[in-house]
């Protein structure tokens, strides 16, 4: 792992310090013998690699380069990383005078140059990676990691402009959060075009599109939330959109959730979805996404379908569920609790969730780095010096302001109007080991409460006592401010700030946020963000390569104490329960006036109700939001605990709020992107100082990788393949049963015979002869019949079931425990209901099947009926022009299952993709 020795960095730390951080000499033309730099090693466009190392000799424009592993490397001078800075101390010198610089007077600069170099030394206070990059470096990278733009204006020319906004912030280190609210839905009339739209989903592709375009400084892609109202007619397309692969590939994905919606959930009720009537005469002057001032101004709004908020919710649970997304924002509640209620609502989140903002609102983060305040004699927190570094830390972050570039004029007034800073911390679960509290336990809620309620006082305290000597923040109102859901919690414990609020004001709206701070904290060697440690060794697959990681914490005890196991306190993520992992957020939640990047893991075999459960108690306890990330539910991972290589070993999954930005797809972002998640965000990690986790958590796709190797080649014998030795021969005669399923690809019909009691054949006919869709369906039921007859594996069809159910595609039909999502979908289903229903055994089926001898055609009325409610997702009612004949087919063109034959032609409704015999 990456190490800090006396503030001397070293493996990981050091490339990560190089790479992000340290001020880099633009021009590498004049890299010289004996010159440290980062040289690119593997130069693939989503997995480089880069090593540190110096320069041994240089011809013309070519160098060799003799890396810290001792490996000689022969590079262009162009694809090396040259640094002004070498050492932490540099950029902490660098980073003290640039902030110090925007006091009033050459007393005051000295003065607070040297109180925030003392915070800065030994890493005690971390500053955000835009501010670490950027302050006294360049004019041109912003200072700010989270960004909030408007909702788009819902024209052409709006979206276009909001694209441009985006691009411009993200190019200078900015991550960007968007709600998408304000797009009218899919197939909604566009009267100046006489045509109809494409509805906010297919937008919200551009923006995550052109944000994979983006690179920040050469080291990482842009970063992006997207997220939508609950009441948004486009709420489910929203909801699914990554199960259909490549689809907004790069964006963050949450579901903006009001209690009135939280409500209908938990007592059964309709729920409408609804838009503003784009034909009202204001509309596109007034318009912004804010559906309550809208209906307050008296302005019509359509009902464009009413459904039951627990199948939206379902859905929302079984995609969190399969993919880590989206995640869930209590927006109303937010709102309730947030400190600018009363001047400047939150329409979304950064990134990766953390911080919550107004449009045009920026934020800037630094974490102090708990790991640092242990008093080793007392066995207690250094009180007194988390006092101090917390109260320089909020005037750093408050200078922060003052010194950045703002490249939106829209930016700095509203900033400027609310001051709003995030520090937050590193570090904590390294100083729970370090004073033996297991992460968890209800002994750790007890020190998280007191340990974040202390920082949140003296960081209220300080910008109390800023504001008397500065001024507060232009809009603020102490009375108003007061009444906050997030001050009234405050001020009950502690009258005192209260006090010191109506006496000398407060310069900053909002102060604490927890981030995830994930190469910030990787770098300096300790955990990241508020996280238990995702294992005490393991694996990282980074944009700087793929690194072995030790803690050292973990590593140094085991030194220690030859041939014994670690104690229960040094617990790892997968070590808890996911319910652990949302307890301990809520009890850090009260004392962060903004929010929290975390991810509550959750073991493979976590179910959707488990999820629903936890998603509800999340709600319940008073988390601004919810992530969870199921072991082995993305395919890519970032971090892992055993070693890759070509023969596909077993790994334990992981994705964390800071993972998918390391990989160049957002999925959680790291705070150094701006902010996922998906943070993570979706996010995870696992179990002990070594590899014992290993086998048991391998993912699913390991699972059936071993499987098959098993049980063929130790059977293979002389003239005779194993697939020979081990292959079920059919009989003359089978029984099954043949099941009636809807699918988005028409009417499924799916015969499943039995051998030996068990399932061993299945048929499946959907759609017409000839068509992609039945040669495809032909297909699968020869491999899962093959499958199913080959080897003697104890758990087979479960095997299959799990690995076919929930495999999702261009749309899905029905809700809750009825709704399909694809045709594997639905074998999954009717298998289960085959062997609920013990068919083998002469036993009637399950009430939903019908048996018969051959499957009919499908161009029934059911295939037809199907086909029509596929086309466009769950729940749509359209209908096709007459003389069509539906039965769907794949698009060539977009992928979609809505290829129709239309008058001789075949039509794609989704994307209009036409082809005329």
Known sequence: MG???????????????????????????????????????????????????????????????????????????????????????????????????????????????????????????V????????????????????????????????????????????????????????????????????????????????????????EQGGSRRGALMLMMNDWHPDILDFITVKQTMGQVTNANLSVCVSNDFMKAVKEDLDWELVFPDTTSPDYDEVWDGDLDKWRKAGRPVISYQT?????????IIESAWKSAEPGVVFMEYYNQMSNSWYFNPIICTNPC????????????????????FYDEDKHDVAWDELATTTRYAVRFLDNVIDRTPYHFKENEQNQKKERRVGLGSMGLAELMIKLKIRYGSPESLEFLDKLYSFIAREAYLSSADIAAEKGSFEAFDAELYLQSGFMKNMTEVYPEVADAIREKGI??????????????????????GIEPYFAFKYYRQSRLGFDEQFVPIAQEWLDSHPGEQLPDYFVTAMDLSAEDHIRAQAAIQRWVDSSISKTANCPADF??????????????????????????????????????????????????????????????GSEEAGGVKPAAAATPEPGSAAESADAASAGSEAAQTAFLASSSASDQAPGKSGLDRNYQKRPQVLRGATYKMNTPFGMAYITINDLNGTPGEIFLN????????????????????????????????????????????????????????????????????????GADT????????????????????????????????????????????????????????????????????????????
């Open 607 to 668: 179910t959707i109700e488990d999820t629903k459960r936890l998603y509800e108690l999340a709600f319940d306890l008073g988390c601004k939001g919810v992530t969870i990330y199921r072991d082995g539910s993305r395919d890519v991972q970032v971090l892992q605990t055993e070693k890759k290589d070509d023969k596909g070993t077993a790994t334990i999954t992981a994705a964390s709020p800071e993972t998918a930005l390391e990989q160049g797809a957002v999925g959680q």
């Open 127 to 214: 500053p955000g990676g835009r501010i670490a990059a950027g302050a006294g470096a360049s004019d041109e990278l912003t200072l700010f990691n989270c960004y909030v733009i408007p909702s788009p204006k819902d024209s052409r020319g709006g979206i276009m402009e909001t694209l441009t906004e985006m691009t411009e912030i993200m190019a200078r280190g900015g991550g960007v959060g968007i709600n998408l609210s304000s797009l009218r839905p899919r197939r909604a009339i566009v009267k100046g075009v006489n045509g109809s739209s494409s509805g906010a989903v297919s937008w919200g592709g551009l923006f995550s599109y052109t944000t994979g375009l983006i």
């Open 842 to 917: 002469g036993h009637d089926p399950a009430p939903v099947a019908a048996t018969t001898e051959s499957a009919p055609g499908t161009d029934s009325e059911e295939s037809l009926a199907g086909g029509a409610a596929a086309s466009s997702g769950a729940g749509y009612s359209g209908g096709y022009p007459s003389g069509s004949s539906m039965s769907l087919d794949l698009c060539p063109s977009c992928g979609g299952a809505s290829l129709i034959n239309i008058e001789g032609c075949k039509t794609c409704s989704n994307c209009g993709y036409s082809k005329c015999s």
């Open 307 to 315: 459904v039951k908020a627990r199948d939206i919710w379902h859905t």
């Open 3 to 125: 190490t800090l020795q006396n503030n001397r960095l070293e493996g990981l730390s050091e490339k990560i310090f190089l790479d992000r951080y340290a001020w880099k000499d633009a021009d590498t033309s004049h890299a010289k013998v004996g010159d440290v730099v980062l040289v690119l090693t593997k130069d693939d466009p989503k997995f480089p690699t880069k090593e540190v190392g110096e320069i041994v000799k240089r011809e013309g424009r070519s160098v060799t380069v003799k890396t810290r592993k001792g490996e000689l490397v022969e590079s262009d001078v162009e694809k090396l990383t040259l640094t002004i800075e070498k050492t932490p101390e540099e950029m902490w010198d660098r980073l003290a005078s640039a902030m110090a610089s925007v006091e009033a007077t050459p007393e005051l600069q000295d003065e607070w140059r040297q109180k925030f170099r003392h915070v800065l030394d030994d890493w005690k206070l």
């Open 353 to 372: 969730g953390e911080q919550g903002l107004p449009a045009w609102g920026v934020c800037n983060l630094s974490a102090i780095n708990l790991s640092k």
């Open 766 to 837: 959907v759609g017409k002869a000839g068509s992609d869709v039945f040669a495809m369906a032909e297909a699968l039921g020869r491999v899962c019949s093959l499958f199913l007859r080959y080897g003697e594996h104890g758990n087979k069809v479960e095997l299959l079931i799990k690995h076919l159910k929930g495999i999702g595609g261009t749309g899905a039909i029905g809700f809750g425990a009825n709704r399909v999502e694809s045709i594997a979908d639905a074998v999954a289903k009717a298998l289960e209901t085959h062997v609920a229903a």
């Open 507 to 528: 310069r900053n709206v909002t102060v604490i946020t927890q981030a995830p701070t994930g190469s910030t904290g990787t770098m300096v060697g300790t955990s990241t």
